[in-house]
């Protein structure tokens, strides 16, 4: 999944209930790189706390269109947190309401909907909400920040960029900084993208400083910079302890460090706490890596009952699925729910994860086509570039396979051992080793 899935609530969702006395300090919402979440200063105590704080507004004031666009966003975040996605459907009924108590002009109602289709991974759909929302309110910070976000998920991006350009303009903020931090990542430009973190940590209220830090520790992490790394994670932890993305930032770190024993005890924190598919993976991988393969398949059978959940509550989870089966499950269904994937959307994502599903059926031909497509940006995932590199080398490219398989075991010391391990054995056969 990619490190900047669209969204959660709370923090958008704070950004327009001034009227309900939960407004932040600044109008800004985190943005959702480092896991879905538009909420780093929210534990899970003060997401209940708010939605029963709006529940109580919305029993004295049932007409109240704001309180429930609200409402529908902190029930977006609860399902993200908790992997219940029956609060997706509580959110829908929400925004339902807000735009029925308000049809004409409900911008907050819109956004909220575009939300709600984001979390569910409906990303045109989202887009066109969004849109709809800032015809009607072309400041309105959460239809802009979802609308890049969208257009990224699409694969859209050069309309990224520009997406970017008016957000700035419109609504200069941390949210916008953290976007256009990515933006450069994706295109290879990880100083250019640590540059734009440390300005805007360097004068945000404590939650965004989190948030935001816990970016910079993966960048500088990517580039080998582990020291750094680890003081942009202290500090971030210190902000906000009980803040889940700096948790992940940091098991990777440890990873990174050669530290495994308190890695597998920090991953496992992460997915007690927050059992998305990836980080299932990510925590089952480094127990194959330690060979401890029943503790994996546990992990694994937990990721495939996790994907049947989302499911059951709308979320299009093809990507993740086909993600697992191709390297832990069944090739040819990887292969298949990746094609639906690519029918909806042109990521580079969506492009790396189809390539290597058809790696493993052995198109090579036509996967070689689309990993090109994923690296086209110069992205610094790892994994990219191994499965570039891996396909290469099924095609007989023995030089270019080397160049590629390097760059990826080089990119990130915090990549899952397992991918190393196999890149490692790929590297091997043609005369690589390092």
Known sequence: MPRFIVLV?????????????????????PTPQAATSL????????????????????????????AW???????????????????????????????????????????????????????????????????????????????????????RYDDQLKALRVADRRQPSTAVAARYSYAYELRGDLPRAASILESAASTAVRADKAYLLTLLADIERRQGRLAQAGRALDIAEEAAPDYLPAVVSRARWQVAQ????????????VVSAQPLPEYLTELGELYLHLGRPAEAQRQFDVVEATITLLESG???????????????????????????????????????????????VGR????????????????????????????????????????????????DPGLSLWQRDQAQRVLETLGGAR
């Not at 958008?12 to 109008?27: C, E, K, M, P």
């Not at 499950?329 to 994860?353: F, I, M, Q, T």
């Open 69 to 155: 666009a609200t409402l529908a966003l902190a029930y977006v975040e609860q399902g993200r947190v908790t992997g219940v996605p029956s609060y997706y459907e509580k959110a829908t009924d929400a925004a339902r309401e807000s735009l029925r108590v308000q049809p004409d002009d409900n911008f907050e109602g819109l956004a909220a909907s575009a939300a709600i289709a984001a979390a569910r991974h409906d990303f045109s759909g989202a887009l066109e909400l969004a849109d709809q929302s800032l015809a009607i309110n072309p400041l309105g910070l959460s239809a802009l920040a979802i609308r890049v976000d969208a257009l990224t998920e699409l694969g």
């Open 364 to 411: 090579d031909g036509r996967a070689l086509d689309l990993a090109r497509r994923a690296t086209a940006l110069g992205t610094p995932d790892a994994r990219f570039w191994i499965h570039r590199g891996s396909i290469e080398a099924a095609l007989g490219m023995d030089r270019a396979a080397r160049v590629h398989l390097r760059r990826g075991l080089d990119g």
């Open 39 to 66: 909420a780093p200063s929210a534990p899970g105590q003060d997401l209940t706390g708010t939605i029963e704080a709006l529940q109580d507004t919305l029993r004295r004031l049932p007409q109240d269109h704001s």
């Open 258 to 269: 050669g530290d495994l024993a308190r890695a597998v005890t920090t991953w496992t924190r």
């Open 314 to 360: 709308g979320v299009d989870t093809d990507l993740e699925a086909a993600v697992h089966e191709a390297d832990h499950g069944d090739p040819e269904r990887a292969r298949e729910l990746a094609a639906s994937e690519w029918g909806r959307r042109h990521s580079v994502h969506v492009a790396d994860a189809y390539a290597w599903a058809l790696h493993r």
């Open 9 to 29: 609530a709370l923090a958008l969702a704070l950004s327009v209930s001034g009227g309900i006395g939960l407004a932040t300090t600044r109008d800004s919402e």
